[in-house]
């Protein structure tokens, strides 16, 4: 874009902005004339809090891929250069699905890149950061909890652990999977909400054909770094029975989050259905993943979601990705029973008038998106009852 036509848009998106603040709607609700609205989303209906404490019951909003890094710092530095200010600047990414996450009790994501400036740079293929006070993004978008188990978030080592962790304590927002050592790597984060207790746990794995990262990025006795085993599979099953065996005791819902499979595939690897069964066995009621950047086929297991890559969200790892489909995952988990899940078909960016700002695909869109999420997920015995009559 160019730079005269790019400051008319972030003027213009400012005084939307401005006007939406003062007038009570989301941002984004009442658009300036130099700027286009993004195709809205179907905000889920109120909850009615109250009958949901009664009956035990709390919905979890799940999305994927969440760099604010890279591509998307950028995007905002050109917007402040624009003149545009930092408090209309964070509300622009989430605009089109903060209604989603706001309407569940609890809001995840896998959070792939730390928050820092210092740290020296891991040596691999592709590093990611975002300044700490990006962190205001997630909270624009109403995220409560972030998965670190990943193979971004020691791009930039101990230095960038500690800055991320202690930007998300001040954020307010919880986090597991990584620490200082290998044991807070694996310590589970359990919140109990509408009386529920719920326990979530990460971890990062990729068997050797998969794996392009180094072995120092996992948490060691007396190293920092994510949960997790290095290509080896035996160490990943020794660990998951370890300590989703503990889990499962002190909670209602055990919910583990793995970072896995092959990037750029649609297929899903045989290690990632071994280790989410072994979850479900051992008492997990749902499995979440994510690393591919692509949707990959949900499978329904002795009555658990496994949702084996969620996809991306506000990724700014990629500008225009060749497949922008992706998706939100509401679960319904109460104290006992199976998680009902439903997806919300969205798109994740649209370059490069509205870059890096994910909305919930309605009519049409909606019904392709669900179709073609059910034919990555016929290969499964049991799928999601939404996906009946699909395709």
């Given amino acids: 874009m160019r730079r005269r036509e790019f400051l008319l848009r972030a003027a213009g998106l400012a005084a939307g902005l401005a006007l939406a603040r003062r007038s009570g709607s989301q941002p984004g609700a009442s658009a300036a004339p130099d700027t286009l609205a993004p195709p809205p989303g179907s905000a889920p209906p ?18 994927g891929d969440t760099t604010l890094g890279y591509n998307l710092q950028t995007h905002v530095d050109e917007m402040l250069e624009g003149g545009v200010l930092r408090e209309y600047v964070w509300p622009v990414y989430p605009r089109g699905i903060r209604d989603v996450l706001d309407a569940a009790d609890l809001a995840l ?31 624009s978008a109403s995220v409560d909890v972030v998965t670190l188990a990943n193979n971004h978030l020691m791009d930039y080592g101990r230095e960038g652990l500690e800055d991320t962790i202690a930007t998300l304590d001040a954020a ?5 999977g990584a620490g200082e050592k290998d044991k807070v790597a694996r310590r589970p984060l359990i919140l109990k909400r509408n009386g529920v207790r719920i326990g979530f746990i990460g971890y990062y794995f990729q068997a050797a054909p998969d794996m392009l990262e180094p072995a120092v990025m996992y948490a060691q006795p007396r190293r920092p770094g994510v949960a997790g085993c290095f290509e080896d599979l035996d160490c990943m099953r020794a660990l998951v029975r370890e300590d989703m065996k503990k889990l499962v005791r002190k909670v209602d819902a055990a919910i583990p989050y793995f970072h896995w499979g092959k990037e750029g595939s649609y297929d899903v690897r045989d290690y990632q259905i071994e280790l989410a069964h072994l979850c479900v066995d ?4 749902a499995v979440l993943g994510a690393h591919p950047h692509r949707l990959q086929g949900i499978e329904v297991y002795r009555g658990a979601p496994i949702l084996y890559s969620l996809g991306n969200f506000m990724f700014g790892g990629n500008k225009d990705p060749e497949d922008k489909l992706s998706m939100i995952a509401r679960l319904e988990i109460a104290r006992k029973g199976d998680v009902e899940c439903e997806l919300v078909p969205i798109q994740v960016t649209t370059w490069p008038d509205f870059p890096f700002q994910p909305f919930v695909l309605e009519g049409d869109a909606r019904s392709a998106a669900l179709a073609r999420i059910a034919e990555l997920s016929r290969p499964f015995t049991s799928t999601l009852p939404q996906f009946q009559g699909s395709g």
């Avoid at 109120?46 to 999305?63: E, F």
């Avoid at 307010?172 to 597991?176: E, G, L, N, S």
């Avoid at 051992?282 to 009621?285: E, N, P, Q, S, T």
């Fill in 109 to 139: 994501v896998n959070l792939e890149c730390p928050f820092t400036e210092r740290g020296e740079k891991l040596t691999k293929n592709f590093n990611f950061r975002a300044r700490p006070e990006l962190v205001k993004i997630l909270q």
């Fill in 172 to 176: 307010k927002i919880a986090w597991f």
């Fill in 282 to 285: 051992l008492g997990a009621r």
């Fill in 46 to 63: 109120p909850r009615d809090d109250q009958a949901r404490r009664a009956g035990h019951v709390v919905t979890l909003a799940v999305a």
